[in-house]
């Protein structure tokens, strides 16, 4: 645990509010927490069960406050950023969806001296890194295809559907999945210069959007893939094959499922990615340690670290979502 003399406020005390709660305290000490939430009864419940004050505005705590995570449905984003700008804090967000005030909040960041940072979880899978060094070592043109999918109902069991934003059009399930993959999809493969898409709505669920989304990308470097986004699966499930004529990788989503081929033995050999920390209730795709690494990395960026991504970068994930929505 490191020490961090700071005053952190958590806005939003959903599930991932809570969540950078629980981490926040194994994290780091000498720190005051507080959770900002509307929901008078939420912030009530975070409170009594996690020790900490929880106030429904901002504007009700009197402490001086450092920075803030801002854990809200994706649709608030940008006004809470923005508020908490002008306010001096440093700012952590969880995935936008949304570019809205993107160009204001970064000027308003760099006015203030402030740093924004974009939560992209996967970057700092160990998992995800090992894949990119291999690929990178590699140096030449792959083909991957990659599943990524779960059944929307079985995300948040504990809420209604038509409550949880994935539900909803503009900040729907599919577009959460490319929002969380696509980062380090660039950072490994390069940039996207091409998508096409299939679209087909195959759940009886109802949602304003298609639930399934079969895309073919290429990159910059050559490389070209097969993307499957869904809300469909009864399995949570994330699978990745990478290959080209020397190198053959395989993943199942979690650390222990990676394995690499032995070309020369013509053998599969598990590859121990490192650390799994799981939360009950999660499926096991869910690694909590990425989680545990992207805030000590927002830590270090606020002592002077150069951030892997950021809203800049983030402005033209969006633009590859849009693009595949149409």
């Known amino acids: 645990m490191k020490e961090c003399r700071m005053n952190i406020c958590v806005v939003g005390l959903g599930s991932m509010g809570k969540r950078r709660i629980r981490l926040l ?80 909040n970064i000027r308003l960041a760099k006015e203030k001296k402030k740093v924004l940072f974009l939560s992209s979880t996967p970057l700092y899978k160990e998992e995800m890194q090992f894949i990119d060094k291999k690929v990178k070592e590699n140096g030449k043109p792959c083909v991957y295809q990659y599943h990524v999918g779960q ?44 998508v096409h898409s299939i679209k087909k709505k195959l759940t009886s ?16 470097s050559g490389t070209i893939g097969q993307l499957l986004i869904d809300v469909v699966s009864r399995e949570a ?10 190198l053959y990788i395989k993943w199942n989503g979690t650390p222990n499922s990676i394995y690499e081929k032995d070309l020369i033995l013509g053998e599969w050999k598990q590859v121990k990615a490192g650390n799994y920390v799981h939360e009950q209730g999660y499926a096991e795709v869910i690694n909590e340690y990425a989680y545990e690494r992207e805030i000590e990395e927002f830590f270090e960026v606020l002592k002077g670290k150069q951030t892997i991504y950021d809203f800049e970068k983030d402005i033209r994930t969006l633009e590859i979502i849009d693009e595949i929505e149409k």
Not at 86 to 97: A, D, G, T, W
Not at 156 to 163: A, F, I, M, R, T
Not at 237 to 246: F, G, M, S, Y
């Open 25 to 104: 305290k194994k994290i780091v000490s000498n720190t005051i927490i507080i959770g900002v939430d509307s929901n008078y009864n939420r912030a009530k419940t975070v409170a009594k069960e996690y020790g900490i004050e929880c106030y429904q505005s901002l504007t009700d705590i009197k402490n001086k406050l450092d920075c803030a995570f801002v854990c809200t449905p994706p649709q608030f984003h940008a006004e809470i950023i923005k508020e908490c700008l002008k306010r001096e804090l440093h700012v952590f967000s969880e995935i936008n969806l949304l570019s809205d005030l993107y160009e204001e």
């Open 237 to 246: 499930v994330r699978i990745l094959e990478v290959l080209n004529e020397d």
């Open 151 to 194: 059944y929307l109902p079985d995300w948040h069991p504990w809420d209604k559907l038509e409550d949880f934003f994935v539900s909803n059009k503009k900040t729907n399930g599919c577009r959460e999945f490319l929002a969380i993959e696509l980062p380090w999809i660039q950072n490994t493969f390069g940039k996207i210069t091409k």
């Open 205 to 220: 669920l109802a949602l304003e959007f298609p639930d399934t989304y079969l895309i073919q990308i290429e990159h910059e």
